[in-house]
């Protein structure tokens, strides 16, 4: 079975924002997007996962699936942040290292109406995930 591409999954998630009319209604679908993101285990809620530049608590976890590919996986305390965190894995966990660091996500989430209204700590902490992302995927 062959796996989706980033260009293809945010295609996706685009059709799926493309129907939510504002800020409320895309609040609400990443909120319940959040609801769905599966929880860590308590032993991996550790310091070296822990996401720096966040105003809420957030873990993240970054695994090699294979040579090429990385699992993602993370947890917010913060409703906002959790349905965030479940859009950035739904993007990139199980894509190809080169893939992810040649995506721009911040153009993606500008397109989808994300971006625009998180506050200033929310949009530095959504940074820091990304940063974490990309810096792992960028490491050999």
Same mark, same amino acid.
Request: aromatic letters at 6%; one cysteine or more; hydrophobic letters at 45%.
């Given at each position: ?5 980033? /260009? ?5 998630? *685009?059709? *799926? ?6 800020? *409320? ?10 609801? #769905? ?5 308590? @032993?991996?809620? /550790? =310091?070296?996962?822990k996401v720096r530049g966040c105003? #809420? !608590? +957030?873990?993240? &976890?970054?695994?090699? !699936?294979? =040579? ?9 305390? @913060?409703?906002? +942040?959790? %349905?965030?965190?479940?859009?950035? &894995?739904?993007?990139? #966990?199980? @894509? !190809? ?16 109406? +994300?971006?625009?209204?998180?506050s200033a700590q929310r949009s530095? %902490? ?8 990309? !810096?792992?995927?960028?490491? #050999?």
């Amino acid at each position: 079975m062959r796996l989706m591409t980033i /260009t293809e999954r945010a295609a996706e998630i *685009e059709d *799926e924002f493309a129907f939510l009319d504002d800020w *409320e209604d895309r609040y609400a679908h990443i909120i319940d997007l959040g609801k #769905s993101n599966p929880a860590l285990e308590p @032993a991996e809620r /550790t =310091e070296d996962t822990k996401v720096r530049g966040c105003a #809420s !608590q +957030v873990w993240m &976890v970054i695994t090699p !699936q294979d =040579e090429e590919r990385l699992e993602i996986r993370a947890e917010s305390d @913060a409703m906002i +942040v959790s %349905g965030l965190i479940a859009l950035l &894995v739904r993007l990139f #966990s199980g @894509a !190809q290292r080169a893939e992810i660091t040649d995506f721009d996500a911040n153009a993606f989430l500008d397109k989808i109406g +994300v971006t625009g209204a998180l506050s200033a700590q929310r949009s530095n %902490g959504l940074a820091s995930m990304l940063t974490r992302i990309k !810096q792992t995927a960028a490491a #050999s």
